[in-house]
């Protein structure tokens, strides 16, 4: 094979990729989009040579770049972000390629890389700088007719669907081509009925599923600011939450429950040991108290004390002295006539907030942007706001990525999920729109109905379907209002979580360990085979 087929191949699947993701994507492509890089893999596995590693880099930094180019908005070291992700996907790859070649160096030895790539976005999820983005079921939310089976598995699910699929339509095309006519008749049915399947019992769930709980009414506020490159001063803060409050007030009636804004609303800055003293927060105490049978849910910057002997914490960060330290939180606050209830953010944007603890040397600075510094402090785990009858479960901004993290929510009884925002600094691209496609996912693992609010972007409503009820358009201050169901029952996904990305990680382990054995024992073997072969040599002389 030519060295620029080799490259086309590449660049093919890229593309596919690419072509497969929201929001302008075409998502039934993603089930090709491996095709051309996985028979590439399979003439190396029979001992054609070549570079396969900076082969399959050059498909996953397409697929990194095409798609999430708008990172370059927040900074130039986006790059290192497109260059990173495009390399662990390379090595998953490679190793999966590997273990094949020692293992099972047939068609079906394709089914290697299910378990490979679903454990390396579990790792997504998990580890320092956490991007999740381009999980691969993440693809079908502009499908969401094919996939209400996610409250059973999750996005992991969809993972696991794109890459059958994938991989037997690649070992369809290599039986083909050796004339294996049993193989590929029988690789035929299996792959009709792995894609058509979740398709069929998805429409008909789709189709026969009836929303449960009780009305409650919501209004979403889209104040219509960009805090990253607003003038911060009081008058800017003191104007914001006056937007919120000038364009919720007409939306209001007797009914209504919860007035939801964006994350970062409040700019004001909250000591939690001085609350009372907030501006912003008497602001909005006295707009609640015309209202009582409702609660105001809004994003603001909180920080604490940290406490003696605490000084090393990593998020703590020194208030100028060199003996008082203090944390800083992105927080949700549930604002009513009697109490303020808070939480705080626990999976930070990698750069923005969160700077991994072995690049220690960049504590008191960003990666990104120019006003974030150091890392956040985080809550431990998810926590619930209670209003009346309601708890609520409140992602902030980048937490609405992460399936089984927003699950913990209604495990701990959340009966309504309110998406709090900032999408400003994306500006007018793909990045808020894709950011927007990920409630759908929540609203179908979880079936609950959920309330977006973004400081900008695109704000909404979503059904338990994850059909989106209203929407706001971009870069226009607005206030929406709708009659969402609070569901209380707990979802089969809501209670296991990624149990399918668990599974992949234990065979992952097994993979690993049989190829690192078969790996030895080859070693053993040659030397034993080389040594017998010095001593012949031996003999004859």
């Known amino acids: 094979m030519k060295k620029s087929h080799k490259i086309l191949s590449a660049l093919l699947s890229g593309l596919l990729l690419s072509a497969a993701w929201p929001t302008w994507g075409i998502a039934p492509i993603a089930f090709i989009g491996f095709v051309p890089l996985l028979l590439l893999e399979d003439r190396f596995a029979k001992g054609e040579k ?34 990173l992700n495009s390399l662990f996907m390379a090595i998953v790859f490679n190793v999966f390629h590997l273990t094949k070649k020692k293992g099972c160096n047939n068609p079906w030895g394709n089914f290697f890389l299910i378990p490979y790539w679903m454990a390396f976005e579990q790792l997504t999820y998990l580890w320092a700088i956490k991007w999740p983005w381009l999980n691969l079921g993440n693809a079908f939310s502009s499908r969401i007719e094919w996939i209400q089976w996610y409250e059973y598995t999750g996005v992991a699910g969809g993972t696991l669907w794109i890459l059958a699929v994938n991989i037997l339509i690649t070992n369809i095309i290599l039986f083909f081509k050796s004339k294996e006519t049993k193989k ?32 409650t009414e919501v209004i979403v506020v889209q104040q219509n600011c960009d805090p990253w490159n607003e003038q911060f001063d009081s008058q800017f803060y003191d104007q914001v939450i006056q937007n919120n409050i000038n364009l919720s007030l007409p ?53 604490e004390f940290v406490p003696r002997g605490m000084e090393n914490d990593f998020p703590a960060r020194d208030i100028g002295d060199g003996e008082h330290f203090y944390y800083c939180h992105n927080s949700a606050l549930l604002i009513d006539t009697i109490n303020l ?39 431990p785990e998810a926590r619930v706001l209670t209003f009346g009858d309601h708890k609520v479960g409140v992602p902030i901004c980048y937490e609405s990525a992460f399936g089984e993290y927003v699950s913990n929510f209604c495990k701990k009884g959340a009966d309504l ?49 994850g059909d989106v009820l209203q929407q706001t358009q971009y870069w226009v201050p607005d206030a929406i209002r709708a009659t969402l169901k609070a569901n209380t029952k707990v979802t089969f996904y809501a209670q296991h979580g990624d149990y399918l990305s668990r599974i992949a990680v234990y065979l992952t382990f097994v993979l690993l360990i049989y190829w690192i054995a078969k790996s030895l024992f080859s070693i053993g073997k040659t030397k034993k085979a080389d040594k017998t072969t010095r001593k012949n040599k031996k003999k004859k002389k």
Not at 255 to 277: P, R
Not at 436 to 461: P, V, Y
């Open 251 to 303: 939306l209001i009636t007797p009914k209504t429950k919860f007035v939801v804004s964006s994350e970062s609303a409040i700019q004001e800055g909250i000591w939690l040991h001085e609350i009372d003293n907030a501006k912003a927060l008497h602001t909005l105490h006295d707009y609640i108290k015309r209202f009582p049978q409702m609660a105001f849910v809004i994003g603001g910057t909180t920080y």
């Open 341 to 379: 209830q808070y939480r705080n953010k626990s999976q930070l944007t990698p750069g923005v907030e969160a700077i991994p603890e072995w690049m220690g040397f960049l504590k008191n600075y960003s990666i990104t942007m120019g006003i974030a510094r150091g890392t956040l402090k985080t809550d």
């Open 184 to 215: 590929l008749f029988a690789c035929i049915g299996i792959e009709a009925i792995i894609l058509l399947l979740p398709i069929i019992i998805s429409t008909r769930m789709y189709n026969h599923y009836d929303e449960q709980g009780t009305d």
């Open 417 to 465: 999920l309110f998406v709090i925002t900032n999408d400003g600094w994306w500006g007018d691209t793909p990045g808020y729109k894709q950011h927007f496609e990920f409630s759908k996912l929540r609203a179908i693992e979880n079936r609950r109905c959920i309330a977006r609010s973004a400081n900008t972007g695109r704000s909404g409503f979503f059904n338990q379907r």
């Open 50 to 83: 070549g570079k396969l590693f900076w082969l399959s880099f050059l498909t996953f930094l397409i697929w990194n770049v095409v798609t999430t180019w708008w990172i370059w908005n927040a900074t130039p070291a986006a790059t290192a972000a497109w260059v």
